[in-house]
């Protein structure tokens, strides 16, 4: 049981690398300039690629806005048409910065330019999120528990059933106010 969890938790940094070395090599650059656009450190960036490294998920959205792709194009394989994740699975990223943890339910298929993740949070730390690509419009619908969400000079409180859509090209926050807070995120890729 522990060698299959082990084989679970190891696939999605073999995809992430896999999709960080197929992306670099798409865009032309080198290791040093997507490490430089990213901000992050160039051994960093090499540990990735090889499957070594834990990245956090503002690690993964730097890369993704270097790369100029969305995130779950580093994240997720490529599924069937029908896909079924059972609460606890899916290819799960935590931040480095806060009790926060975003699982790709759907990356956005060729035809629409959106993906869907599941937030986890507890209360504590703020998760405070960078500017995404030009364009990007995310919307939040609360599951369970009270967060404030929306743009960092102007978050919003939220309850169960609450919608919110706000730019993700601007800096943005999710501060979970209550234990067990959940949220459906749906980040739409708007640019052409």
């Given amino acids: 049981m522990a060698e299959e969890r082990s084989e679970r938790s190891r696939a999605p940094l073999d995809v992430i690398a896999a999709a960080l070395r197929a992306e670099r090599?798409?865009?032309?650059?080198?290791?040093?300039?997507?490490?430089?656009r990213a901000g992050i450190a160039k051994s960093t960036l090499s540990q990735l690629e090889s499957g070594s490294g834990n990245p956090s998920v503002e690690t993964l959205w730097a890369l993704s806005t270097a790369l100029d792709v969305p995130i779950s194009q580093l994240v997720q394989p490529t599924r069937p048409p029908t896909t079924l994740i059972r609460a606890g699975e899916g290819p799960a990223v935590a931040s480095d910065r806060a009790d926060y943890v975003a699982?790709?339910?759907?990356?956005?298929?060729?035809?629409?330019?959106?993906?869907?993740?599941?937030?986890?949070?507890?209360p504590g730390s703020a998760r405070d999120s960078d500017?995404?690509?030009?364009?990007?419009?995310?919307?939040?619908?609360?599951?369970?528990?009270?967060?404030?969400?929306?743009?960092?000079?102007?978050?919003v409180e939220l309850g169960p059933g609450d919608y919110l859509s706000y730019p993700g090209d601007v800096a943005h926050v999710f501060r979970a106010l209550e234990p067990g807070t959940t949220a459906v995120l749906i980040s739409e890729h708007t640019r052409a």
């Fill in 103 to 122: 699982t790709l339910l759907s990356s956005s298929p060729p035809s629409a330019r959106r993906d869907i993740f599941l937030v986890t949070a507890q």
């Fill in 131 to 155: 500017p995404h690509l030009p364009g990007i419009v995310e919307h939040v619908i609360m599951g369970a528990g009270r967060a404030e969400v929306g743009p960092a000079d102007d978050p």
């Fill in 25 to 36: 090599r798409r865009t032309g650059l080198s290791l040093g300039e997507v490490a430089r």
